[in-house]
């Protein structure tokens, strides 16, 4: 149903654009969230959309670095990710919550989101 894209291998410094595509789901009714995860380490939070895009958050991380936004006419949401450092190197997932227009109240819990799609890998060498 989603289906995250746009990811591959970087030098450090350098930007990327990730898009999470939905089928057979109005993404337009949902918030959307973007995630990562590094080996070995849990799955993040990284920025989320509300369904209309009036509001985002973005993890600490990646303030003034990466921009959340959403074309719901085209029923995809992206992730604009710059001064991509090899920290920034993880498996990246959009995800949607169970409600429509509804962005949980932590917004980076893992366990509020019930839509996934398959990931697309960043890697930032140094």
């Known amino acids: 149903q989603l289906q995250a894209s746009g990811g591959g291998l970087v030098q450090a410094g350098g930007s990327l654009r990730l898009s999470c595509a939905a089928s057979g789901f109005t993404l337009g009714y949902y918030a959307i969230t973007w995630f990562r995860q590094a080996p070995g380490k849990e799955r993040e939070g990284v920025s989320c959309?509300?369904?209309?895009?009036?509001?985002?958050n973005y993890a600490n991380s990646v303030k003034g670095r990466f921009t959340i936004s959403r074309d719901n006419a085209k029923n995809t949401v992206y992730l604009q990710m710059n001064s991509l450092i090899p920290e920034d190197t993880a498996v990246y997932y959009c995800?949607?919550?169970?409600?429509?227009?509804?962005?949980?109240?932590?917004?980076?819990?893992?366990?509020?989101?019930?839509?996934w799609g398959q990931g697309t890998l960043v890697t930032v060498s140094s």
């Open positions: 995800a949607a919550p169970v409600e429509r227009h509804w962005i949980p109240s932590i917004w980076a819990d893992v366990d509020e989101y019930v839509f």
């Open positions: 959309i509300s369904s209309r895009g009036g509001s985002t």
